[in-house]
């Protein structure tokens, strides 16, 4: 039987696991962490727990179909609760916008805040639809292994104007900078900013409206439980708290995987669902590396980061949706602070996750559990979060008292917070990202981080740093898009990428 390591216990390395146990695998999971999940791990504090990260989950069908690989229904593991609305936006004036999956409620919606705007949300939807057709449909689970690969969609980029940015096509069709704010904010749930990313991702809109929001009953950890639950049962091997040091290569392969403990773990197949800039700069041999050499791939840009507080309280806040998008005074202001100037603003936009909205198991009567994050800079910015972090924090209850949760601060029974440097130390993310390589359309598809190591033959990523891109969607189709790209292992590595026949697929 062969052997499959996978590094990283996130959503990339569980479903490539899934994948790995379908094809016939022997697999091993190593994480650095005591616990599986990486940015979808379950913190919990003074009998509060708290999803860490992902809370919007989309596109479900990713995630029974890894249950159906295995011969499972993965409603015997999990249940998803439909969230409504999707999100409240709630702007600085003390007006909100709730963006809901029903056609007709959302028009009636935006009628309220601008008639002028439903013909234009109608073409907007139109065209978002079309780029879902051609970015999500086709592309989202194909690899990019070759230049030629980036030739083809180049007609289609043209013809659905996809050098524009998504603020920019936003505009085009809306008059309300209320509402181009509503349809432009969601790049953001995958470290891109509005006003440089590629209107590719308005995909993102049509995604959300097909198969709805959810959010699993228990927390988005409850799929990251059911998952290592499935492959436990499978035999899978899990080694926490030890890190992936070192990757013994010859003939450029991967034969070996060394941990920190002194563990030397034999592989034929290496699954990387670690950052791809850490790897290449720490983990292997130069002398290995043609082109992705550690001076090279530092260069890649890095998405923003994120300052996520955590709170319960001893009393509940009904009023309050799943998510709310917290506007502040600023959109476009802000957004150069983060990711152009990248200074500490001292404005802020904030999403806030009332998952007991939706779930009122998660808490006991009267107690209330939360997490607010804020878009920060990376850690090339050099801020000080030990000098930082506290004010910050201060300052984000102070606003969230004001503007929606009334004697919050009287009431919190517990609260702590994480910061770029969460990122970089305890998940080892170049520069504290929180999205991994930011999506820059120099970084997107052929020019992200290939699924397979152009330098490794048996070494293939998957996750946010690799096509398509971060955010649970894209991390399941990272997995899909690697699991494509194993059943060619044994062809010869070519040029900058994998001799990967797309004629043969079957689609
Ligand atoms: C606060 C927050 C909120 C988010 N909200 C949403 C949302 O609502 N919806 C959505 O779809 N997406 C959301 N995202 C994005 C989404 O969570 C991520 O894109 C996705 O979970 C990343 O998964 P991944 O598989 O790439 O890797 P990760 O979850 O980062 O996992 C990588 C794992 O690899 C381990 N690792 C790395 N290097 C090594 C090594 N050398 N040795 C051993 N282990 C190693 C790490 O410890 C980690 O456990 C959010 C992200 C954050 C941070």
């Known amino acids: 039987m062969s052997k499959a390591v ?35 791990r379950r913190f919990t504090r003074d009998g509060f727990s708290f999803d860490a990260g992902p809370t919007v989950i989309t596109a479900p069908y990713l995630i029974e179909e890894l249950f159906a690989l295995l011969g499972e229904d993965m409603k015997e593991y999990l249940e998803l609760l439909p969230v409504d609305p999707f999100y409240r936006v709630a702007f600085d004036d003390q007006t909100h916008f709730d963006y809901v999956g029903d056609r007709d409620r959302l ?26 057709d051609i970015g999500y449909t086709r592309l989202a689970d194909y690899p990019f292994s070759s230049w030629k690969d980036m030739v083809k969609i180049m007609p289609d980029f043209m013809r659905l104007q996809n050098y524009k940015t998504v603020y920019g096509l936003a505009s085009k069709y809306f008059k309300s900078e209320k509402l181009r704010q509503v349809f432009s904010f969601q790049p953001l749930l995958v470290g891109g900013n509005p006003f440089t990313i590629t209107s590719i991702y308005l995909l993102i809109h049509p995604l959300e409206r097909k198969w709805g929001v959810h959010f699993p009953k228990g927390g988005t950890y409850s799929i990251v439980e059911a998952l290592v639950k499935l492959l436990k049962k499978r035999g899978v091997e899990f080694i926490y708290g030890d890190e992936v040091s070192r990757l013994e290569v010859s003939n450029k392969k991967i034969h070996t995987v060394q941990t920190l403990s002194g563990k030397s773990i034999p592989a034929d197949v290496v699954v990387n669902n670690g950052d791809p800039t850490y790897t290449y700069t720490n983990l292997i041999d130069k002398k290995h590396l043609m082109y992705n050499k550690p001076w090279l791939v530092k260069k890649m840009k890095q998405s923003m980061s994120l300052f996520v507080a955590y709170f319960g309280t001893n009393r509940e806040y009904k009023d309050l949706k799943q998510h709310t998008i917290v506007l502040g005074p600023r959109y476009k202001g802000l957004l150069d602070d983060i990711f152009k100037k990248q200074v500490l603003a001292k404005d802020f936009s904030l999403y806030l996750h009332a998952s007991k909205r939706t779930d009122e198991n998660l808490y006991p009567d009267g107690k209330d559990g939360f997490y607010v994050l804020s878009p920060v800079p990376n850690n090339k910015s050099g801020i000080d979060w030990s000098k930082e972090g506290e004010g910050y924090f201060q300052r984000i209850l102070e606003s969230l008292e004001g503007r929606m949760m009334p004697g919050l601060r009287d009431s919190l029974e517990t609260s702590f917070y994480i910061t770029p440097d969460y990122f970089k130390n305890q998940l080892l993310s170049t520069d504290g990202a929180a999205f991994g390589i930011e999506p820059l359309f120099r970084q997107s ?20 740093n690799t096509h398509p891109g971060a955010g649970i969607p894209g991390v399941l189709n ?6 494509r790209l194993i059943n060619n292992i044994k062809r010869p590595v070519r040029s900058h990428g994998t001799q990967y026949d797309a004629s043969q697929e079957q689609r």
Do not use: W
């Open 6 to 40: 996978v590094i990283g216990t996130g959503f990339g390395g569980l479903s490539s696991a899934v994948r790995l146990v379908a094809k016939g695998y022997d697999v091993t999971m190593v994480d650095k962490n005591n616990d599986p999940g990486g940015r979808a």
């Open 107 to 132: 028009l009636e919606n935006i009628k309220q805040l601008e008639p002028k705007d439903v013909e234009g949300y109608e073409k907007f939807y139109k065209h978002a639809c079309e780029i879902f």
């Open 445 to 464: 598809a052929y020019f992200r981080y290939h699924n397979q190591s152009s330098d490794i033959s048996n070494m293939f990523f998957v996750g946010a």
């Open 478 to 483: 990272s997995a899909k898009v690697t699991d």
